[in-house]
Nanobody, 118 residues
Framework: PAAGVGGGLVQAGGSLKLSCVASGFGWAHATIGWFRQAPGKEREEISCIKGEDTSTFYVDSVKGRFTISSDNANNMVYLQMNSLKPEDTAVYYC?????????????WGKGTQVTVSS
C-alpha cells in the first residue's frame, strides 16, 4: 500500500478521514486495515476490511466512532474517524495481509500523524 494520507491536528470531538491506496497485491484474498501506534506503545489494529466479502472488524475502542470502507475499483481504503478523543492520537498506518493483526500484515504504508487536542 502507498502512504496513508489525511492525518492532521483536530480538536476533541472532531473528525478526520484517512485514505490509502491499496494496490500491488491480490485484493480479493487480502485483509486491508488501519493500525496505529502511540508514543511508547505497541502498534495495534484498529479496523480491517476483507477484500473477498467486505466484512469489517473494529477494535472496541473505536466502535461506533470509526468507519472503514473501500473502493475496490480504485484500490482505495478509507477510515472515517468521528468523535475523536485525545487517546486517538497516534501515527496511523494502512496495511494489507491475511488477518487483522499486526503480525499478519505483509505490506505497510507510511504512517500519517493524527493528533487530537483536548
Amino acid at each position: 500500500p502507498a502512504a496513508g494520507v489525511g492525518g492532521g491536528l483536530v480538536q476533541a470531538g472532531g473528525s478526520l478521514k484517512l485514505s490509502c491506496v491499496a494496490s500491488g497485491f491480490g485484493w480479493a484474498h487480502a485483509t486491508i486495515g488501519w493500525f496505529r501506534q502511540a508514543p511508547g506503545k505497541e502498534r495495534e489494529e484498529i479496523s480491517c476490511i476483507k477484500g473477498e466479502d467486505t466484512s469489517t472488524f473494529y477494535v472496541d475502542s473505536v466502535k461506533g466512532r470509526f468507519t472503514i470502507s473501500s473502493d475496490n475499483a480504485n484500490n482505495m481504503v478509507y477510515l472515517q474517524m468521528n468523535s475523536l478523543k485525545p487517546e486517538d492520537t497516534a501515527v496511523y498506518y494502512c496495511a494489507a495481509g491475511w488477518h487483522c493483526k499486526t503480525y499478519a500484515m505483509d505490506y505497510w504504508g507510511k504512517g500519517t500523524q493524527v493528533t487530537v487536542s483536548s
